[in-house]
């Protein structure tokens, strides 16, 4: 995460406390792997020149910063050749630079070293290495690095602080911080971080539950249709036996809940087997995934009562058709 911190240009002075202070509050916080800081000059601000300060800038939009070392490790930067990252925060060295590859490029310096000198905002500044920015950082290969001397007094510094966790804390260390860096003026600071996961996993589960939701409610609705179509087809081919029960004595309300109670059958049926082909892959899909496999104790409850009313919904129809059939005319036709 990144924290906007304010101050300006005064918070580069010497024996000011607050912006040490601040990266050691920061780095106190649990799960925090590393803090850093890194100051940016205003593009009007920042006169870059190669060989005299009345020498035209550059074609290249280059930008001029200062950084610690570890907030360029944290962004995953590192020297294209000796390290010489660490100089950078040796309060002994002033007037010193480190360029990204596009800014040695576009400069034309060479290799650093003595004699590899530039003029910025009127001041010579000894270049002393040459940064790889690395995939996550590619605005660091455009800009002059340069000790903290070098920006004071500047307008318009924008001072901000890295604050790299571990993997899925960002957002609880986020929470946390502007208390423990000023306890009684949290409100100063500026975060920027990532999503909070913990809200994107709970908005990406609750789109995904639904979906499914939706999905096995079309199928159970098409299921229990297939169902009564069968059923009524039963009923007409099964049509000389109920004229033989109706014979024999049995009214139109027992026909009907003889159908009734062969849906109700088949429904409870297919929902233990749901309930156990269910169960049963959720904990291979958990043991396979090494999750921790969370169960309802209503949802057998639940599955057992969806194949009861698909039973009843399904049986309904062939039913009532069962119990309406003529017994006389249905032998005759035999």
Not at 16 to 36: F, I
Not at 301 to 324: M, N
């Given at each position: 995460?990144?924290?906007?911190?304010?101050?300006?240009?005064?918070?580069?002075?010497?024996?000011?406390?607050?912006?040490?202070?601040?990266?050691?509050?920061?780095?106190?916080?649990?799960?925090?792997?590393?803090?850093?800081?890194?100051?940016?000059?205003?593009?009007?601000?920042a006169t870059i020149t190669r060989l005299a300060p009345t020498d035209p800038r550059p074609d290249a939009s280059l930008s001029l910063v200062s950084a610690s070392a570890s907030y360029l490790r944290a962004a995953g930067a590192t020297s294209i050749g000796p390290d010489t990252l660490s100089l950078l925060d040796d309060p002994s060295l002033g007037g010193i630079a480190i360029l990204g590859s596009a800014a040695a490029e576009a400069l034309e310096l060479p290799p650093p070293g003595p004699g590899s000198t530039l003029w910025i905002n009127g001041r010579l500044v000894d270049v002393v290495g040459v940064l790889d920015a690395g995939p996550r950082q590619g605005d660091l290969a455009d800009a002059v690095i340069v000790s903290p001397d070098v920006l004071r007094g500047l307008p318009d510094l924008a001072i901000t602080l890295l604050v790299r966790t571990e993997p899925g804390y960002p957002a609880a260390v986020a929470e946390a911080l502007p208390a423990r860096m000023d306890p009684a003026n949290p409100g100063q600071f500026a975060l920027e971080t990532v999503a909070d996961l913990r809200d994107l996993r709970y908005?990406?589960?609750?789109?995904?539950?639904?979906?499914?939701?939706?999905?096995?409610?079309?199928?159970?609705?098409?299921?229990?249709?297939?169902?009564?179509?069968?059923?009524?087809?039963?009923?007409?081919?099964?049509?000389?036996?109920?004229?033989?029960?109706?014979?024999?004595?049995?009214?139109?309300?027992?026909?009907?809940?003889?159908?009734?109670?062969?849906?109700?059958?088949?429904?409870?049926?297919?929902?233990?087997?749901?309930?156990?082909?269910?169960?049963?892959?959720?904990?291979?899909?958990?043991?396979?995934?090494?999750?921790?496999?969370?169960?309802?104790?209503?949802?057998?409850?639940?599955?057992?009562?969806?194949?009861?009313?698909?039973?009843?919904?399904?049986?309904?129809?062939?039913?009532?058709?069962?119990?309406?059939?003529?017994?006389?005319?249905?032998?005759?036709?035999?």
């Open positions: 995460m990144r924290v906007a911190v304010p101050g300006g240009a005064a918070l580069l002075e010497p024996g000011d406390p607050r912006l040490p202070n601040w990266l050691d509050s920061a780095g106190s916080l649990p799960h925090v792997r590393a803090t850093g800081v890194i100051s940016r000059a205003a593009g009007s601000a908005g990406v589960a609750t789109d995904l539950g639904s979906l499914i939701a939706l999905i096995s409610a079309v199928l159970l609705l098409l299921a229990a249709i297939s169902a009564a179509c069968t059923m009524y087809v039963s009923v007409q081919a099964r049509s000389h036996e109920i004229a033989l029960r109706r014979a024999v004595g049995a009214g139109r309300r027992a026909v009907a809940t003889l159908f009734l109670g062969e849906g109700v059958l088949i429904g409870l049926s297919g929902g233990a087997v749901g309930i156990a082909a269910g169960t049963a892959a959720t904990l291979a899909i958990c043991a396979a995934r090494e999750w921790t496999p969370v169960l309802a104790p209503w949802l057998p409850l639940a599955g057992l009562g969806l194949g009861l009313l698909s039973g009843l919904f399904s049986a309904a129809v062939p039913a009532w058709a069962a119990g309406r059939q003529r017994p006389a005319a249905t032998l005759r036709a035999r």
